[in-house]
Every structure is written in structure tokens, then in C-alpha cells.
């Protein structure tokens, strides 16, 4: 079974930096797209950034020039890299996976992980 886990969230001052990171597990033979979300409370969860395998980026017009994500291939892994934190990031934050196919040749689309909460205090 694939599974993305997250980890690296927790609380920071404004103007702070939290490093994320999410590992693919199981038996796995691409991972496609790799991209973060993140939803605060009363809202719906928005885009973050993403990433392709060629390592193509995009990010939110409000995360731009202060965050960074990077994915390691070998190991499964993406990162997310938040730097210059504000209030307006506190959020939960989740890994995502457009598609992922396995060594037995399954794919899966669109994985999460469970989430990590990330608090910026003013």
C-alpha cells in the first residue's frame, strides 16, 4: 500500500523558517507529481507549490520568493522549504501525489498524507 507521511511541522515566530519533508512508502516504481497544500481553519485547502519528476515548479502568487520545494527522487521525498513565515501561513499542510505507480504496475492518483500543522504566531 502507498502511503505519503509527512513531518517537520510545528510552531515558529514570524518571520521564521520550518523545513517539511513527506516520504512515499511502499513498493513503488515512479512518482509523478509531487505537490504541497495547505488548509486553514474555515477555508478551503489551497495549492502551495508543486513539482514535477523533471523537477518543473510552481507556487502560490502569496508563497513565491519564500518558500522552496525540491524533491529527492531517490529516496521518495519531497521538501518543502519555508522561510520568511507569516501569521497567514498557519495552516495544515498536506503532501500530495498526482500519480504513483507501484512495482506490480498499479497506479494510484491523487495520494495525501494525513497532514502537518504548521503555526506562525505574530
Known amino acids: 500500500q502507498v502511503q505519503l507521511v509527512e513531518s517537520g511541522g510545528g510552531l515558529v515566530q514570524a518571520g521564521g523558517s520550518l523545513r517539511l519533508s513527506c516520504a512515499a512508502s511502499?513498493?513503488?516504481?515512479?512518482?509523478?507529481?509531487m505537490g504541497w497544500y495547505r488548509q486553514a481553519p474555515g477555508q478551503q485547502r489551497e495549492l502551495v507549490a508543486t513539482?514535477?519528476?523533471?523537477?518543473?515548479?510552481t507556487y502560490a502568487d502569496s508563497v513565491r520568493g519564500r518558500f522552496t520545494i525540491s524533491r529527492d527522487n531517490a529516496k521518495n521525498t519531497v521538501i518543502l522549504q519555508m522561510n520568511s513565515l507569516k501569521p497567514e501561513d498557519t495552516a495544515v499542510y498536506y503532501c500530495?501525489?498526482?500519480?504513483?505507480?507501484?512495482?506490480?504496475?498499479?497506479?494510484?492518483?491523487?495520494?495525501w498524507g494525513q497532514g502537518t500543522q504548521v503555526t506562525v504566531s505574530s
Open positions: 500530495n501525489s498526482d500519480r504513483i505507480v507501484t512495482l506490480d504496475l498499479r497506479t494510484e492518483y491523487q495520494l
Open positions: 511502499g513498493r513503488l516504481l515512479r512518482i509523478y507529481g
Open positions: 513539482i514535477t519528476s523533471g523537477r518543473y515548479t
